[in-house]
């Protein structure tokens, strides 16, 4: 359906300006290879920076690589960028070229500009809104709604025409639950009856973790890892996640604890720790008893998550994946 | 959340090939023709209007209104009131159709809102000239209040004003051109916002101003700014029996800059969409 090898870009160093320091030479994707088969639900997992976007736009055929190869259901999209357009269709994070305009106007243009004639985008429009819920606010500016209602209706737009692959970066922020599972209906629905392919960008790591078939795991441009959620989870399954949080500051007069800290992700008065499960039980065991409780605000133990997997693997960012 | 296994979807199991190499290349969607694609970006520029009433259609008006009132102080009656009048009326088109689209086009490009559009099947064409169209929309209802109030407060006939008909189109295909270059071709939107004014201010004061006491340099500067040939062509229809020769002239010359910076803002939209 969409394969990509070797496909790699830099960003030039930037020469400081005043106020801004020089900036040096940046590999946004590098090297980078991708599988995605047909009728998936594909993921690239990333914290900010992570290349995510960049990957994303070259896929498109709004940046051309300076290497590599994209090749999506048959068409070589270095070669040839603006057949993009009519294979797939793109969400991407920001909605000002439609912000002026009515829930429906946006919708009706974009099938339009997909080469609907009128009728028919009038009739995918009609469709789309009332599939994700959005007829009552069609006649609203997109400016005038919440952020998550917004993003609704961009994904709303991005639905009018029929394409075989939907490139969705980010498509859910800012929504609330309602319209998060308005969104996984409308796509697993395409899914079930057209075969619909879908590459989704993201860096919640819930999200990821549930409506993904496969992850690709972005790191500094690099692809460090490319399996299934719980493919990945599996490679952490020996751990135990251990979460601290100290009322004040942590107990380090109490020498298990001082212990601990050397193995702790601190972020400010929060400790995560991954650790063996019988380590695991003796550090919960230290922490409910004696001197160290009194400390203790609250704890928790969780079965690794894709977080998990990012540090596993040698992720850089210690911050930066959304758990929400 | 996905209760559709990919693996369980008809057909995807056939197609689980290692690279879409091996598969003959899928049928493209269909491209988006130029009339209808333009006329849908043109519909929805225009319906901007409603969101961004007071920018795009009052504000001009109210500037070139006020200039009026304030030049009628200085300036007597004949040739002079002729230029102020027709000058304030196009000031309203290089405000809107130069300036706001600058504008639109410059943040539009740096907020990555130009996405949207290339990665849709859209002959660029259709984008820029969807837009400019509607920019230079935007400007008749001001163009012809303000024309109106001025022959009123000079005393200058209004037989000859269905000459905007032509002359707001003409004036607003170059100076719309102009915008949507300059927003597009801006490294920053900053700068796109700067050419703008600036363009809106040139316009100003070449424009309104009577061109008799200008020194030789401004006229020159005069000359080359696209707009003073909407300005003339307007004020050429004051006199008792216009010269309609050159007022076709005139409007020639707008209708040439306006194709030329068109296919400009064309090429540069399609620049600034691939990068």
Same mark, same amino acid.
């Given at each position: 359906?969409?394969?990509?090898?070797?496909?790699?870009?830099?960003?030039?160093?930037?020469?400081?300006?005043?106020?801004?320091?020089?900036?040096?030479?940046?590999?946004?994707?590098?090297?980078?290879?991708?599988?995605?088969?047909?009728?998936?639900?594909?993921?690239?997992?990333?914290?900010?920076?992570?290349?995510?976007?960049?990957?994303?736009?070259?896929? @498109?055929?709004?940046?051309?690589?300076?290497?590599?190869?994209?090749?999506?259901?048959?068409?070589?999209?270095?070669?040839?960028?603006?057949?993009?357009?009519?294979?797939?269709?793109?969400?991407?994070?920001?909605?000002?070229?439609?912000?002026?305009? @009515?829930?429906?106007?946006?919708?009706?243009?974009?099938?339009?500009?997909?080469?609907?004639?009128?009728?028919?985008?009038?009739?995918?429009?009609?469709?789309?809104?009332?599939?994700?819920?959005?007829?009552?606010?069609?006649?609203?500016?997109?400016?005038?709604?919440?952020?998550?209602?917004?993003?609704?209706?961009?994904?709303?737009?991005?639905?009018?025409?029929?394409?075989?692959?939907?490139?969705?970066?980010?498509?859910?922020?800012?929504?609330?639950?309602?319209?998060?599972?308005?969104?996984?209906?409308?796509?697993?629905?395409?899914?079930?009856?057209?075969?619909?392919?879908?590459?989704?960008?993201?860096?919640?790591?819930?999200?990821?973790?549930?409506?993904?078939?496969?992850?690709?795991?972005?790191?500094?441009?690099?692809?460090?890892?490319?399996?299934?959620?719980?493919?990945?989870?599996?490679?952490?399954?020996?751990?135990?996640?251990?979460?601290?949080?100290?009322?004040?500051?942590?107990?380090?007069?109490?020498?298990?604890?001082?212990?601990?800290?050397?193995?702790?992700?601190?972020?400010?008065?929060?400790?995560?720790?991954?650790?063996?499960?019988?380590?695991?039980?003796?550090?919960?065991?230290?922490?409910?008893?004696?001197?160290?409780?009194?400390?203790?605000?609250?704890?928790?133990?969780?079965?690794?998550?894709?977080?998990?997997?990012?540090?596993?693997?040698?992720?850089?960012?210690?911050?930066?994946?959304?758990?929400? | 959340?996905?209760?559709?296994?990919?693996?369980?979807?008809?057909?995807?199991?056939?197609?689980?090939?290692?690279?879409?190499?091996?598969?003959?290349?899928?049928?493209?969607?269909?491209?988006?023709?130029?009339?209808?694609?333009?006329?849908?970006?043109?519909?929805?520029?225009?319906?901007?209007?409603?969101?961004?009433?007071?920018?795009?259609?009052?504000?001009?008006?109210?500037?070139?209104?006020?200039?009026?009132?304030?030049?009628?102080?200085?300036?007597?009656?004949?040739?002079?009131?002729?230029?102020?009048?027709?000058?304030?009326?196009?000031?309203?088109?290089?405000?809107?159709?130069?300036?706001?689209?600058?504008?639109?086009?410059?943040?539009?490009?740096?907020?990555?809102?130009?996405?949207?559009?290339?990665?849709?099947?859209?002959?660029?064409?259709?984008?820029?000239?969807?837009?400019?169209?509607?920019?230079?929309?935007?400007?008749?209802?001001?163009?012809?209040?303000?024309?109106?109030?001025?022959?009123?407060?000079?005393?200058?006939?209004?037989?000859?004003?269905?000459?905007?008909?032509?002359?707001?189109?003409?004036?607003?295909?170059?100076?719309?051109?102009?915008?949507?270059?300059?927003?597009?071709?801006?490294?920053?939107?900053?700068?796109?916002?700067?050419?703008?004014?600036?363009?809106?201010?040139?316009?100003?004061?070449?424009?309104?101003?009577?061109?008799?006491?200008?020194?030789?340099?401004?006229?020159?500067?005069?000359?080359?700014?696209?707009?003073?040939?909407?300005?003339?062509?307007?004020?050429?229809?004051?006199?008792?029996?216009?010269?309609?020769?050159?007022?076709?002239?005139?409007?020639?010359?707008?209708?040439?800059?306006?194709?030329?910076?068109?296919?400009?803002?064309?090429?540069?939209?399609?620049?600034?969409?691939?990068?």
């Amino acid at each position: 359906m969409c394969a990509v090898r070797g496909l790699t870009k830099t960003y030039p160093a930037a020469r400081g300006r005043r106020g801004a320091p020089a900036t040096p030479e940046v590999r946004a994707t590098d090297d980078v290879e991708l599988d995605v088969r047909r009728g998936e639900i594909f993921g690239l997992l990333g914290p900010n920076g992570a290349g995510k976007s960049t990957l994303v736009r070259q896929l @498109t055929g709004l940046m051309r690589p300076d290497r590599g190869t994209v090749e999506i259901l048959g068409h070589d999209i270095v070669a040839h960028p603006e057949r993009a357009a009519r294979i797939l269709a793109y969400l991407g994070q920001e909605s000002s070229a439609l912000d002026e305009l @009515t829930v429906s106007l946006a919708a009706e243009t974009t099938g339009r500009l997909r080469g609907l004639d009128v009728r028919r985008a009038r009739a995918e429009r009609d469709a789309v809104l009332d599939e994700l819920g959005l007829a009552p606010i069609a006649d609203r500016p997109l400016k005038k709604l919440s952020g998550g209602q917004r993003r609704l209706a961009c994904f709303a737009a991005a639905l009018v025409g029929d394409r075989p692959l939907l490139v969705l970066d980010e498509p859910t922020t800012g929504m609330d639950p309602v319209a998060r599972r308005a969104v996984w209906s409308a796509v697993d629905r395409r899914r079930a009856e057209r075969g619909t392919t879908v590459l989704l960008v993201t860096h919640n790591v819930i999200e990821a973790e549930t409506v993904l078939d496969r992850v690709a795991v972005l790191d500094r441009g690099r692809v460090i890892a490319c399996d299934t959620p719980a493919g990945l989870k599996e490679r952490v399954s020996g751990e135990v996640r251990v979460e601290l949080v100290w009322r004040e500051r942590a107990p380090l007069e109490v020498a298990e604890i001082a212990a601990l800290r050397e193995r702790a992700v601190e972020s400010g008065r929060r400790w995560t720790l991954r650790l063996a499960p019988e380590e695991a039980r003796a550090a919960v065991a230290t922490v409910t008893g004696g001197a160290a409780f009194a400390a203790l605000d609250d704890f928790t133990l969780a079965t690794p998550s894709l977080e998990d997997v990012y540090l596993a693997l040698g992720g850089a960012a210690r911050q930066g994946l959304v758990k929400a | 959340m996905s209760v559709v296994p990919a693996d369980v979807l008809a057909g995807a199991t056939a197609v689980q090939e290692r690279g879409a190499g091996r598969t003959a290349a899928a049928e493209l969607g269909p491209r988006a023709r130029l009339w209808p694609s333009l006329a849908a970006v043109y519909r929805a520029q225009l319906s901007r209007a409603r969101v961004a009433r007071i920018p795009l259609l009052f504000v001009a008006t109210f500037q070139s209104v006020g200039i009026m009132i304030m030049m009628r102080g200085v300036v007597g009656g004949g040739g002079e009131a002729r230029s102020v009048v027709a000058g304030a009326s196009i000031v309203v088109v290089a405000y809107v159709a130069l300036n706001l689209l600058a504008q639109y086009f410059g943040q539009l490009r740096a907020s990555g809102g130009l996405d949207h559009y290339a990665t849709l099947p859209v002959p660029p064409a259709a984008v820029v000239l969807g837009a400019a169209a509607a920019y230079a929309s935007f400007t008749v209802p001001g163009t012809l209040v303000t024309a109106v109030f001025g022959c009123v407060l000079f005393g200058l006939p209004l037989g000859n004003l269905w000459v905007l008909v032509a002359v707001i189109p003409l004036a607003g295909a170059a100076l719309s051109g102009l915008g949507a270059a300059c927003g597009l071709l801006a490294p920053r939107p900053e700068h796109a916002t700067l050419l703008g004014q600036l363009g809106m201010s040139a316009a100003l004061l070449l424009g309104v101003l009577p061109p008799d006491h200008m020194p030789g340099v401004v006229r020159l500067a005069r000359d080359l700014l696209p707009s003073t040939y909407g300005v003339e062509a307007y004020a050429r229809t004051f006199a008792p029996r216009p010269d309609w020769a050159f007022v076709g002239i005139d409007m020639a010359v707008c209708a040439g800059v306006g194709v030329v910076s068109l296919a400009v803002a064309t090429w540069a939209y399609r620049r600034a969409a691939v990068r």
